[in-house]
């Protein structure tokens, strides 16, 4: 039987409420193991109610997604329950919400075990930080989000990089083999166009992708996001997995080519993040919606905060929509 840890506060069961954020892929980890994400504005709240049970019992409802898989929810309340020493059943519901498209590249799932791990830990009655009274500090409770994902087999490196991104904000460069951070950059108050074709690409689908090839650019691209060059490795990560993956680079290239920052495949795709500066949208949008008619268009920003313990049913701020896309129009009208 494992033994149950010392709490640094009483363990008591209620509910939980958390936010994280989602992010945007700078350099693809898996291909060498090394990523590196941005932090962005587009978030999944998440509240969980734990109560003592006969047995234990994980209920989930994704709201905006409901026939989305609900395993990488319930492994994320079992990391924790496991990690607390908890072996009492226990009857857990879990709500989430999320602005962030599902199964497109923007970290939908490292935003939602983030905040389902914060929610949890929270319904405990834990904290999460580097004080005393804390059950453990910011990567630590990252990790357990990690574990949850590759538990539920939602991911195929673990994706530390994609979680710490959406975690603390920023850009973040990891080794996801060591689960270490190696390179943080404030990147500053920039805009996004997230470019959201309809169909969904899952990560562990990509798994029979030939990336071995494409090592020493991956390796480069890491090494140019360490040195303060994380434009160019956006670039450089797109064009080498967009012939893994069988994506086009033709919209990023004409981003570029138009004056965007940077620009890139996000993730295993099919989106694509372009980095502009503030309120300068409407100089890219008509390019958009020529190459890239039926994708969804949104605006984010980055993102500088860490994930946060929400203290009441705070409303989840919209993204602003500036192409609804012609398959989200037609849902719309119907």
């Avoid at 939980?16 to 945007?24: L, T």
């Avoid at 973040?172 to 108050?189: L, Y």
């Avoid at 033709?250 to 795709?269: C, E, F, K, P, Q």
Wanted: hydrophobic share 45%; aromatic share 2%.
């Amino acid at each position: 039987m494992t033994e149950t840890p010392l709490l640094p506060r009483p363990l008591r069961f209620s509910t939980g409420r958390a936010r994280s954020h989602g992010a945007v892929t700078v350099v693809n980890a898996i291909a060498t193991g090394h990523g590196a994400a941005i932090g962005i504005d587009l978030a999944t709240d998440a509240t969980v109610t734990l109560a003592p049970a006969d047995k234990t019992r994980i209920d989930v409802a994704i709201e905006d997604e409901p026939s989305e898989p609900t395993a990488l929810a319930e492994a994320c309340v079992r990391q924790v329950l496991e990690r607390l020493g908890i072996e009492e059943p226990i009857h857990a519901v879990v709500k989430t919400r999320s602005t962030i498209p599902v199964s497109r590249g923007l970290k939908s799932s490292s935003a939602a075990a983030n905040a389902i791990v914060l929610a949890t830990l929270t319904a405990c009655g834990q904290t999460v930080g580097d004080g005393e009274e804390d059950v453990m500090d910011d990567q630590a409770a990252v990790r357990l989000g990690v574990d949850a994902a590759l538990a539920a087999r939602v991911t195929i490196t673990g994706a530390f990089d994609d979680a710490a991104a959406s975690w603390f904000g920023g850009l973040v460069a990891t080794d996801n083999p060591d689960r270490r951070i190696v390179h943080q950059e404030d990147v500053g108050d920039l805009e996004l166009l997230l470019v959201v074709p309809p169909r969904k690409v899952r990560t562990i689908d990509t798994m029979t992708a030939p990336t071995h090839p494409l090592r020493p650019l991956v390796a480069e691209a890491h090494a140019l996001v360490r040195e303060g060059k994380w434009q160019e490795a956006m670039l450089r990560n797109s064009l080498a997995y967009g012939g893994s993956y069988g994506l086009s680079n033709r919209l990023v290239i004409h981003m570029l080519d138009t004056g965007a920052i940077a620009a890139g495949i996000s993730g295993t795709g099919p989106a694509v993040a372009v980095v502009i500066r503030r309120d300068d949208w409407d100089c890219f949008t008509g390019i958009v919606g020529m190459l890239e008619p039926d994708a969804r268009v949104l605006v984010a920003h980055t993102n500088r905060k860490k994930a946060q313990v929400l203290e009441d049913d705070e409303p989840l701020p919209e993204p602003l929509v500036v192409q609804e896309g012609a398959r989200h129009a037609e849902e719309a009208v119907t």
